[in-house]
């Protein structure tokens, strides 16, 4: 985790098509490009949601965020380098120091994060495997199953992200108000 960084309005962010046409020059998977789009799709749902509501976010840093979130993953598989903190060093010296922090704490982030263009894509990856939207305990059991490995250790800190990503999702829906709950994003896969 890195020191916040706040997006401002005048943050200097790419465009969409620039952070697909790195998605090329990291040589990203297919099946982690599906996965960027179905979080980007989540991600923009709730920054439009939230802008309905008041709360308004940079939509074009939610977007790019999204999209870049998981850049270091395909160059970063099999190895013992975390895809968080690479990705967010590589579109840091890319020249996107604001992208690189929401890029690095994508994965964890912390409980007392406030409710940002971060906390959005944070939350969208905890609501999407692989391309399908899911809700957070089922997130979370593939988590502990894939990546928990029995490992005791490895389990509490999925634990804490679970806690974390509950936050999350009361902060976004307090938000929100009474008109939408979490269950509401599961019909973004029926769209």
Request: glycine share 6%; charged share 25%.
């Amino acid at each position: 985790m890195t020191e916040y960084v706040a997006i401002t309005p005048e943050t200097r962010l790419p465009e969409p098509g620039q952070v697909r046409a790195w998605w090329d020059e990291f040589a990203m998977l297919d099946n982690i490009r599906d996965h960027s789009e179905k979080v980007c799709l989540v991600a923009l749902t709730l920054a439009d949601w939230l802008a309905e509501a008041g709360v308004r976010l940079s939509r074009l840093a939610v977007e790019v965020g999204a999209l870049a979130h998981d850049i270091a993953k395909t160059p970063c598989l099999g190895t013992s380098k975390l895809h968080a903190q690479e990705g967010g060093e590589i579109v840091t010296r890319l020249g996107f120091p604001e992208l690189g922090y929401m890029v690095a704490n994508h994965v964890y982030l912390a409980s007392d994060h406030p409710l940002d263009e971060t906390l959005v894509v944070n939350y969208a990856d905890k609501r999407v495997t692989h391309d399908r939207i899911v809700d957070l305990d089922a997130r979370f059991a593939y988590i502990a199953d894939r990546y928990g490995l029995g490992d005791a250790q490895r389990l509490a800190r999925i634990k804490i992200g679970l806690d974390n990503a509950r936050r999350a999702e009361r902060l976004i829906f307090s938000a929100l108000g009474p008109r939408r709950s979490p269950q509401d994003i599961m019909l973004l896969d029926a769209s």
